[in-house]
């Protein structure tokens, strides 16, 4: 348990942070934080999972081989990586300030 003197003294040490430092995150913008994480990764694995699930018409409708589509997966997985990556790079840049 934490005592109550260090919870307002902790409170307190935070209000007085210089002005260079990140303010901590709130208790309710934590909680949206790991909700839209938490999408996203549900996102991931249910994309992953129409993709396998897709796999045998896939077969049909190319005529692969069952070695072939593991190849299949993994170009999609590589697709999608480089557009999660250019994307968040897009994301930094435009932060950082970087112009358009």
């Known amino acids: 348990m934490v005592p109550v003197a260090l919870a307002v003294?902790?409170?307190?040490?935070?209000?007085?942070?210089?002005?260079?430092?990140?303010?901590?995150?709130?208790?309710?913008?934590?909680?949206?934080?790991?909700?839209?994480?938490?999408?996203?990764?549900?996102?991931?694995?249910?994309?992953g999972t129409i993709v396998n699930v897709a796999l045998p018409s896939i077969q049909d409708d190319l005529g692969f081989k069952q070695a072939s589509l593991a190849w299949v997966v993994n170009a999609y997985l590589i697709a999608f990586a480089v557009s999660c990556c250019s994307r968040g790079a897009w994301e930094i840049s435009s932060r950082a300030g970087a112009s358009s």
Do not use: F, Q
């Open 9 to 47: 003294h902790d409170r307190e040490a935070i209000a007085r942070r210089p002005t260079g430092e990140p303010a901590p995150m709130e208790g309710r913008s934590r909680w949206i934080a790991l909700y839209v994480l938490c999408t996203g990764m549900l996102m991931v694995i249910l994309d």
